[in-house]
């Protein structure tokens, strides 16, 4: 399986300011993928990171609270813009390589906003 | 659209019990069906997987037949450890359009183990 690098793992922000966490895969992946964990809650996936491209979203999430980059096959960008209370969760990586059936996921960050 | 469904949790066993922790899905194709396992702190892993009908995945002592005349992939193991305590998410992967797949997960099962 791939290696996923993520990071923060953890911050604590203020509200009203923004926060991008990095997504570095050891071997170049087919997808990429962004999740967020709600406290006790399952995954809810946020976007699908399209290399050289605008990230397709899924319903309920939109560019400008989380512009996403993906400028190559092995790196990825979240941004959380402006964030609120409500916005503190786990946020994680997660990638696909052609011909793997299943994800695999980076650590997470663990993100609080006061 | 595609859906999973497991029990809730949290569950507790006492070491070496017997495990298994239920999960039902609903899908319009033949997905891929799959356990994770998310251990304290940390991102999930995968735990094992099922491609097609019968098969039977395992990894560390879990096991899950994908049964599809009941569409269930149910969780078990035969002796828990206290190592084995996480939060256990039963996820399911389709084709959708454009050929790559979602992964739609079920609400997970925190799992407790006591000496």
């Known amino acids: 399986s791939a290696v996923i690098s993520q990071k923060p793992s953890r911050d604590i922000c203020q509200r009203g300011t923004s926060l991008t966490i990095q997504c570095q895969v050891d071997?170049?992946?087919?997808?990429m993928f962004w999740y967020r964990q709600q406290p006790g809650q399952s995954l809810t996936l946020i976007a699908t990171a399209n290399q050289g491209s605008e990230a397709t979203y899924e319903s309920g999430f939109v560019i400008d609270k989380f512009p996403i980059s993906r400028p190559n096959l092995t790196f990825s960008t979240l941004t959380v813009s402006n964030m609120s209370p409500e916005d503190s969760s786990i946020y994680l990586c997660s990638v696909l390589r052609q011909g793997e059936p299943g994800y695999t996921f980076g650590s997470g960050t663990r993100l609080t906003v006061v | 659209g595609d859906s999973v469904t497991q029990m809730e949790g949290p569950v507790t066993l006492s070491e070496e019990a017997f495990l298994t922790i239920n999960c039902t899905y609903t899908a319009t194709g033949y997905p891929s069906l799959f356990w994770y396992v998310q251990y304290p702190g940390e991102g999930l892993q995968l735990l094992l997987k099922a491609t097609k009908a019968d098969d039977k995945g395992s990894n560390k002592g879990f096991e899950a037949t994908y049964r599809k005349e009941t569409t269930s992939f149910h969780l078990e193991k035969g002796s828990v450890q206290v190592s084995d305590s996480a939060v256990y998410f039963c996820?399911?992967?389709?084709?959708?359009?454009?050929?790559?797949?979602?992964?739609?997960f079920g609400t997970g099962t925190k799992l407790q183990v006591i000496p």
């Open positions: 071997s170049q992946v087919t997808m």
């Open positions: 996820a399911l992967s389709d084709l959708r359009g454009g050929g790559y797949q979602k992964v739609t």
